[in-house]
């Protein structure tokens, strides 16, 4: 019996090693939402981190997390620094890295807590026939065990994405 729970267990943990090499070892996560808005009215509630505290699905869920935003809105170097509840929203910083006015733009996301990483957040804005659409992506690399992590970041990220984009709807509508 103790023969057959060690060869189960040896099995188990040789999976555990080896199923990471065929996972992917990075992720994207994108969603996109459709406003009837100018394209540079979202860019300006986007791009501006006094107004993403103002819709942020973080934020929503941790109103206790402090929050210092430093630079010029719309400028490489722009600040966005919370801390919060570690089971709630951790922390860490966005900072922005490019600007394409009034159509991307590109930070780094980095994360202290609860766990340390590091993304790409970029956001990006085109004029539709109706408005404008708004693409929101982040992405990053995976270490080897979070290879198994990376095979539940579209539903985790993917919803924050989709309630996030739903409260900047609400919000445009009062604009």
Known sequence: MLKKLGLFFAILIAVLMIVPLFLPSDYS???SKDFVQSDSLIYSLVGDFNEFVKWSPWQER?????VTITGVPFTVGYKYEWKGDPDLSG???MEVTSIDPGKKITMNLVFNEPMQSTAL???EFEKTPDGSRMFWTTSGELDYFGRYFGLMM???LGADFEHGLSNLKKYAETK
């Open 154 to 156: 579209d539903g985790m």
């Open 91 to 93: 922390s860490g910083y």
């Open 29 to 31: 996560v994108m969603r």
């Open 62 to 66: 941790d109103p206790g997390a402090t």
């Open 121 to 123: 957040n970029v956001w």
